[in-house]
């Protein structure tokens, strides 16, 4: 990999990313005003609500409202909250390692089961497995995510109440221990991170599928084969670790639709990720929050993006790239 | 593998059967939905969250509204804003991939910046702040997932017109004196026409799932019915605590269904287009 | 190999956690010695800080945490002492003299002085999003010594006594930051300081709020030791938590819900009125006030409107909308207002019959489709509501059915708040032009003093708050006379007059009170009395008065609330599952049984 090359696809990142900012500071100027609520409340007048905007900066003049803003970005300053007056960093912060969390778990699981799903479908080829699997997989990619993990809900936590439908940890209670606070966390990590899986699951498949079929019909497995050795070790050792090369690159693709259903999994199940942060935000119109959050999502996607050439090219130097 | 005319797949294919099957059913529901509907979907009763019987043959809202009836009527919404936003995406597409890839130099390379940003920014959150900003209705969601899905289709549109461009017969066009104009529309416009077509099919299932993801945050369209509106009412109103499962499967599974339908001719239609282009490329 | 180790160890791992959490996860009781009320709720506070919190979650907060200058009596929520024992009025009544307490000590230990009073009212009065608004009127605050307040106001000012709903906090605390701080990003330290029975000690956002008792608290103690606030993220998720008996009560309960938890042995659900209303607001600003308007003049006819309160039902609108939970409106002061409430003697009984007659003997001819119509005036009306609210549009939609009946169309529009708000404020050059002829809102008061529901109809109101754009200047006059009227029986007469007006004009159809709908169990507390006000209030006097809470104790032999217990069903399973999939791999290991087509 040339340093040329690398530093080529780290500015291309950093503009795309300067994009991100203005177009970010841009459209949320454009948006209503919150203080129009305060009309509501028999007690403002005029002249406090006039008051209000001064005070969140909505009274100056456009132009010196993006140089305070991209100056503040910069410098990891990304506005206070107004719903909960802290500052935004704090509430992604907060946030993220949940977020994290959900995703990490619900993309391991995915990337595991739908390889090994992929590998039994590729091997069974045209048989009633691969085509079960195959519509399998066809519909959870066309299943909204979050109907998935309503019926989850429905299932696990209301007909047969052994799995909690919401939050990250039972409400009210004191841990003994770290163990048992990671333990709670856990289980009530298990129907999102499913939704999760099951959301990611059936690109993954199909994705190692074809590229297992590929690579079984190439030469070097019909030689492996002929000289003997036997065929599951064929496929273990050969057929699947050159497979798995455009998986891993899926993996970081897929992140901005990772996002997405990140939203709306933890939306449902109130886990206190950057996807529930975002929807408040969207409802209580708390535009430093989402103007935060749409930044840091689309940062993680230039960033997954960016890995995923790098990774791309490390894994199989055979790629020129363009 | 074998040419196969369009015909033949999707009326030879048991996929092709099944997935056209689907769509017209869905689509005539989206035409008669509110003609057949049993009840008015929007009428209240005191009737809520009831189980499915024979007055309500999917059950009651927490509203006390017939669960089928809405279902029915829903389908419109979704189909309306399916197809439509596709079509805005695919025209949008069309057009940069088009101007770009025939004109090359500046326009080419602005476009295909515009087409990296909008490939690279998550499709969700980007849809959410701009329909919280204009108000949800039918036609913002509309011009919103249109506005965000056109870059696919513009970057596969631009690789065609790309390898299009040096082909023999539009060289000979442009020395017998014809106009950029002219060479568009007759010669590179007609032979990308198939693609564009596959892959907005695929776009609908894209549209569809989104317009239900918006809807579903609350974000769509406050005076109409649609599936995800139908999902975002009963899980705000608790029902899937409530057990009501006829309230929350069957709008999902509509969903699903309409969307695997999609997904299956545009499957096939990409099967139809895809032997033909790596013909056109030798 | 390596593969089927992984498995192994993943398995391994997932049934140990799982076998962890299947252990009864209980909470630490300490055996009974410290009593504990657990409540639920669905979303937590945001902020503690009392400069820019907006939430109604607050508002449980600070009522147990803090005093007012005057108190509400639990009683007949009239004005009590607070941080004032006693009060007396001037001779020319444009000054205040309060008497406060002696001896009394914030819960830092600090004395409480009229310094405290004094920067409450002036810089959280002032400045305090929610707060701010109540001393419009006053001059100035004397302090002549530590236990005396004067509060000037220009004109005689009977909201001075029981009207000013401003918390009184602790100077020494909040005066050491400034005013940008305090309405910015400012949070407040724990244990959070006040002169009330509770005080906050924890805040772990998204999970609990804890307030435990006092020590320098000045009245009888409290039953309780500790209150928690735990959030559950839904509403339906406190239920099924109260159900299970993991709280011990929540303060509020869905409309939907209720009648669930109505029926369940064990558990009590209490509906109590509260000061607020959903009313169906007219557009009656007229040419002069707004030449610019767009507006139907149909609505802007007295005939037609008051033919609509006869034609709809508001018992009905409660019953669809609400669930029959609200209580039905009998004019804008709600009966909430147990000293100034009269039930007004035009209170638009359903008659549909005689709103037909209103019609017919006005003019207003039945055309061929049904709709009235007199000369180019056709009683078709846009109804806007709020797609925030399914009850607003549920009544918004009764209306319609029964307008209809009496040939006055109503289309009901949803829209968003923000729209809605748009189209009610629309200016054309400064000057006000509404674009609605009606729609479905709702407006909340504070516990005593009504003027602030009863601005919202007078003319100054115009172009802040009012909505309806009502001006009558006999009504204005009234309103003056009774915010200076400090005799509460003068002054309930001169609010009756004023009722009078508002019903006979009806620039606001009052269709339902909304109420507080709380449920508890009734084996884990006692000693419920249900006041704010007598007889038949809210249980926990939430927002308006502490007192209820000091009398409330918990039940003898109250149990814990077990865990889920369910993790057992959980632990199995992914048990069963490792043994199942090492099994199988071990299988596979057996050796190329598989034979393999490559082709299609």
Redesign the interface.
Known sequence: MSPRWLAGKVAAALLTFAFVLVFNFFLFRVM?DPT???????????Q?IEK?RA?YGLDKPITGQFVDYAGDTLRFDLG?SQ?????VWTEIK?ALPWTLLLVGTGTVLATLIGAWLGVIAA?R??KPADDGLLGFSLFTYAAPEYWIGIILILVFAVW????????Q????????SW??Q???V??HL?LPATAMTLMLLGQYFLIMRSSMVDV??EDFITVKRAIGL????VV?RHAVPNALLPLVTLSAIQFGAVVGGAITIETIF?W?GLGELSFTAINAKDFPVLQGTFLIFSAGVILANLLADCLYFVLDPRVQAT | MTERSVRDLLLGTWRGRIGLGMLGLFLFLAIFGSAIAPDNP?A?S?D?LAKPSTDHWLGTT??GSDVFSQLLVGTRVSLVVGFAAAAISAVLGAAVGLLGGYFGGWTDRIFDSLENWFLVIPTLPLMIVLARLL??SLTVLIAVIGLTSWAGTGRIVRAQVLTLRERAFVERARALGASDGYIIRTHILPNTLPLIFANTVLIVAVAILSEAALAFLGLGD??RISWGTMLE?AFS??AP??GAWWYVIPPGLCITLLVLSVSILGYLFEEYVNPRLREQQA | MR?RTIVAVLGAVAAL??A??A?P?G??DDGGEKKVL?L?WGQDV??L?PF?AQDEENFRLWALNWDLLVNFSPDDVSPAPGIAESWDVSKDKKAVTFHLLEGAKWSDGEPITSKDVKYSLETLGTNG??F???T?NVTRVETPDEHTVVVHTDQPDARVIGGLFIYMIPEHVYGKSTVKEL?????PKLPLVGSGPFMVTEFT????VKMERNPNWRGEKPNYDEI?F????????V???LKLG??DATMEV?P??FS?VENVDGIEAVRAPSPSFTELGFNVCSKEICPDAKVNPGVQDRVVRQAVGYAVDRNRVN??SS?GTSFVGHGIVPTFYKSFYEKPAEDYAYDPDRANQMLDDAGYAREGDGLRKKGDVTLSFDLFVR?ES?SDT?AA?VIAEQAREVGVEFKV???????L??LT?RKNDGVPAPDFDAFV?G?G?DPYDPS??L??VTTSDI???SDSFYSNPEYDRLFKQQTGEFDPDKRKDLIRQMIELTQRDLPYLVLTEDPFLTAYRTDRVTNIERSCPKPDGDPFCQQVSYQPMLAIAPAEGGGDGG??G??I??AIGVVVLGLLAFVFLRR?RG??R?????E?
């Open positions: 209503g129009t609520q305060l009309a509501r409340l028999p007690r403002a007048t005029p406090e209000l005070s206070i719903r909960t007056r802290r500052s907060d091997t080829r045209g047969l109440p052994v799995l909690p439908a919401g939050q940890m039972t409400p009210g209670e004191d841990f003994s163990l048992a990671a333990a709670d856990a289980e298990v079984l019909t036997p065929w599951d070790r273990r109130s206190p | 929007d209240s005191l809520i927490e509203q108000d949800p406050p005076a009412n109103s608790g605590s409530a | 593969l956690i799982v962890v959490t252990l996860a909470a630490q657990k639920g945001q902020t800080n820019v999003l929610i701010s608004g109540y419009s309405t910015g990003s400012y949070q956002r998204g999970r609990i928690q735990i959030k559950y993220g839904t509403t339906d998720a239920i099924r938590a993991e709280i869905e939907t819900a669930q019953e669809i669930r797609s399914p549920q939609k529009q949803v829209i968003s708040t923000d729209k708000t748009e404020t809102w407006w008061g602030a529901l601005k919202l172009g802040g708050s865990g889920s369910a993790g069903f959980v596979r050796g190329g598989e034979p393999l087509e490559l299609t």
